[in-house]
């Protein structure tokens, strides 16, 4: 990896680098190359089923394992990681998604609602959970940045994405809100990443993900952005270089969000490719 140092003496939590395929791995990666300390959380279950401690051994980081539905985690969490890191905070990713109704294969239109309650709690509330959090313990520096994973199915409909749909939405919905009072309060900014479909544990979940990735890469005049692309950005939004960007959805996938239609999906549905 190419550094440039952007990210010398700054300091952060990455929240859900469960493999290498994790966007939130590469993230990990690239602050520590762009010189940041960082600490890593992922879920305790995470201990059983990931390689988050492979990597926090490699990038000589320290796990601290969460809850991200439970107050006292997150409190402790927050508390424990400026201490380790000797000071406030200058970034936080927010990489965390579960729906129990993807899992479980229930369709939209019969949704079991507690699933969807914790669908809700884990991958939207979390986020304004740890921005209270990290607001009341005043853990952030002026200036920092506070950045969330989100997905275009928060705007258009992919009826595969069932409740994550709208999980995302209230992701999003969280960051404008939560953006204003943080920004205005403290200068600390908040925004969320809408990256292409990206083959990562999460993503290959959703049902025809399949369909979805090589749907949006010939669509995107730039093909998918990979997860290697997206934590160059990320980094970016951790550095000095974006400090008056905030309470903004980022799209991050090559031209996606506002392509109507490309020229490979034009041939592909013109009248002689369908046999008329």
Known sequence: ?????????????????LNDASIAWKVAEQCVVE???IVLTNAPVSAKIGQTAEL???????????DVTKMEDLEHLVSES???LGGKLD????????????RKKRDYTDIN?????????????????????????????????ILA?????????????NEMADAKSLLESYARSFGYHYGKSKKVRVNTISQSPTKTTAGSGV?????????????????????????AYCVSLFSDYTRMVTMQNLFHDGGFSYTGISTDLMEQFSDSALGK
């Open 1 to 17: 990896m190419n550094s440039n140092q952007i990210l010398k003496g700054k300091k952060g939590i990455i929240f859900g680098a």
């Open 35 to 37: 010189g940041a300390q």
């Open 56 to 66: 926090a051994k490699k990038l000589n980081a320290p796990l601290i394992y969460a």
């Open 82 to 84: 400026v201490n380790l």
């Open 91 to 102: 970034f936080v990713l927010h990489s965390v998604g579960m729906s129990l109704n993807v």
């Open 113 to 145: 609602y507690d699933f969807m309650h914790t669908t809700f709690d884990i991958s939207a509330m979390s986020f304004h959970r740890l921005m209270q959090t990290l607001f009341k313990q005043d853990a952030v520096n002026e200036w920092g940045s």
């Open 149 to 161: 994973l989100s997905y275009i199915a928060a705007q258009r409909v992919f009826p595969d994405y």
């Open 207 to 231: 049902g025809g993900f399949d369909a979805f990735y090589n749907y949006a890469d010939k669509m995107s005049p730039l093909g998918n952005a990979s997860a290697s692309d997206c934590a």
